[in-house]
């Protein structure tokens, strides 16, 4: 609060003062970046202004309120009738729902103190009605409508003679409605895809309940009740650290505050209350492994501890609007720590690592012949959208009902997941279809410490010789790299074990590379100061003509563990249409072992012990 009062503001991680009067289309970012001035607008800065009024009275945050938000107001004029939602430095369509949800989140501390004026007051007025104006036409959708309607609803709420009719809340009401309907697949998951995102539509509905009790209403049943299926998305994807995992446009955070507001919802469910309450109330999920049939996502498990071994591969259609090229992406994360991580998320600019971080490159899968997935450019996020009559934008909603293309059992012994990414690779702008990649995915859980393998399969569709990288990117760690194997130690007696089989292929670390390519990074932050940090990234590389198979075991290890056999020298046997990973030729196997997994396509054997 002292630093707004001095006119001092950290926007995305960048920090500024103004020395006089504010600028609201001023932008300090070195590099302009654009998202400096739109985030600016929100005022998120102004809740903490009018906490630190309620407890304190201090007449200075009244005036820095109303200089603030009159200075606003005079100087950063709402755009003319019919600009486009996405126009203008301060009145975007989202940023202006949010800075409503602020101003009504502030003004109850304010309304009513020694020194307000009516002028004040009666400018304060006008301006929401420019917002109303501005937020009521539905011309977005995905988190940017629950967002405008937020901001709308919350305006309404505290100020209904602005709505002497109830018709600007009964029309929000009804477009929550539609978002709950037509925002999620049947599986629970947000079509964007993106756990971040996906947040943002419980949180805010949640929230506007309370504003509601506030504003001496009772909350429409059926919207708080549409939550469920919402909420019900943590318990399934959660990490063993209780995060969601840093996929798509996400970030990593904890679920538990969620969960906290989902067990005061839905007080019968007794796994909300267990992840509430860390444990000592409710009861853990009566599942382990599980693979969202729409969205696609697949999840193993081995337990609910947070020492437990988790995985995590994307097996699903491209999403809507924060997605990244990156699909059958695999991660990593096992008895306390990250092990395979992505490139995650990076501000949203036209930088060389943004760049990186939507590429195939920024993930643990596979590019072909240099280039990475295009699959936005066939199943983009515009499969999602069509528009009504009257122009309105509106779900498609054969596509969300879609079924994701995947396989998936669950056993205590063995979980199993595939899917194949056939929508071709980005040569220079050119979609090439010449290649298909279908990945197998095996969480081996029976007997001995629980490990992974993940076996690729790349197949062309002509003659040519074809290059891949089969990439891992690793959490920060000491690295032992060998031909066909590594080590990734993490600290604390925990470490990574992991051999691959292929018929040619070449291990190679890139780390923290710049040229000719991004590769091995991670960012600081998620977003804001432009730093990141190089990481270890091993990388098979090879070559094929026709198809390919890599086999690769991961074998996640911590102290007192076991683990399972080391396996140095990887080999595979080969029986019929079955392959298994031996430490060595002169291994003897059982035929009845539960190791097997099943070839999914002819596999090339020169002798009866060989490699794939």
Not at 302 to 329: I, S
Not at 487 to 516: H, I, Q, W, Y
């Amino acid at each position: 609060a002292r630093r707004t009062m001095n006119r001092d503001f950290t926007v995305c991680g960048v920090r500024y003062r103004f020395p006089g009067e504010i600028d609201w289309k001023h932008n300090p970012t070195y590099n302009n970046y654009c998202e400096w001035p739109w985030q600016f607008a929100r005022h998120y800065f102004l809740p903490d202004l009018a906490e630190y009024y309620r407890v304190t009275e201090d007449p200075e945050a009244l005036s820095c309120f109303t200089n603030l938000v009159g200075c606003f107001i005079d100087r950063a004029p709402p755009p003319a009738a019919g600009t486009s939602p996405y126009d203008t430095k301060s009145w975007r369509t989202l940023d202006t729902g949010l800075r409503a949800s602020m101003w009504m989140a502030s003004w109850p501390a304010f309304a009513k103190a020694p020194g307000m004026t009516d002028a004040f007051r009666r400018k304060f007025v006008r301006s929401l009605k420019d917002h109303i104006v501005r937020l009521r036409p539905c011309r977005t959708y995905n988190n940017w409508r629950v967002m405008e309607l937020s901001g709308l609803v919350e305006i309404v709420l505290m100020f209904p003679e602005l709505d002497p009719d109830g018709a600007i809340l009964r029309g929000a009401e009804d477009e929550y409605r539609n978002i709950l309907a037509t925002q999620l697949h049947p599986d629970g998951f947000s079509f964007e895809l993106s756990p971040g995102y996906h947040g943002i539509l419980p949180k805010v509905f949640s929230a506007l309940a309370e504003r509601y009790r506030k504003a001496g209403r009772r909350p429409p049943e059926d919207l708080e009740k549409g939550l469920e299926l919402a909420y019900e998305l943590y318990p399934r994807i959660v990490r063993p650290d209780r995060c969601t995992p840093d996929v798509n446009d996400s970030g990593s955070g904890s679920i538990v505050p969620a969960m906290k507001t989902a067990a005061r919802l839905f007080p019968d469910r007794a796994d909300f209350r267990w992840f509430a309450t860390d444990g000592r109330e409710g009861r853990a999920p009566d599942y382990l492994s599980y693979a969202f049939p729409y969205a696609g996502a697949v999840v193993f498990r081995d337990g609910w501890t947070t020492n437990a071994v988790w995985g995590y591969v994307d097996m699903g259609p491209y999403g809507y609007a924060h997605q990244h090229e990156d699909k059958l992406n695999f991660l990593l994360f096992a008895y306390g720590k990250e092990m395979l991580t992505e490139g995650g998320i990076y501000d949203y600019d036209t930088s060389e690592m943004r760049k990186y971080v939507l590429s195939t490159r920024g993930h643990n899968t596979v590019r072909i012949d240099g280039h990475d997935q295009f699959a936005g450019k066939t199943e983009g996020h515009w499969r999602y959208m069509t528009k009504d009559a009257s122009g309105k934008p509106i779900v498609n909603k054969a596509v969300l009902a879609a079924k994701a293309d995947l396989t998936f059992s669950t056993t205590p012994a063995r979980d199993f997941a595939e899917a194949t990414f056939a929508h071709g690779y980005n040569a220079g702008g050119v979609r090439d279809e010449s290649v298909t990649h279908t990945r197998a995915v095996e969480f081996v859980k029976g007997g001995g410490a629980p490990y992974f393998r993940v076996t690729d399969t790349l197949k062309a569709r002509d003659e040519r010789e074809h290059s891949y990288e089969q990439l891992w990117h690793l959490e920060t760690c000491e690295l032992k790299l060998g031909d066909k194997s590594f080590v990734a130690d993490f600290g604390d007696g925990v470490t990574l074990e992991a051999t691959f089989a292929s018929a040619n292929g070449c291990l190679v670390d890139l780390m923290g590379r710049k040229t000719p390519e991004y590769q091995g990074w991670l960012p600081i932050r998620p977003c804001g100061d432009h730093e990141h940090r190089p990481i270890h990234t091993p990388t098979l590389r090879g070559t094929f003509r026709g198809s390919a198979k890599i086999v690769v075991e991961f074998r996640p290890k911590a102290a007192g563990t076991g683990g399972g056999p080391r396996v140095r020298d990887p080999f595979v046997v080969v029986d019929g249409g079955r392959y298994l990973l031996v430490s060595s030729s002169s291994e003897k196997v059982s035929p009845d072992t539960d190791r097997w997994g099943e070839c999914r396509d002819e596999v090339t054997v020169r002798e009866s012990r060989d490699l794939v």
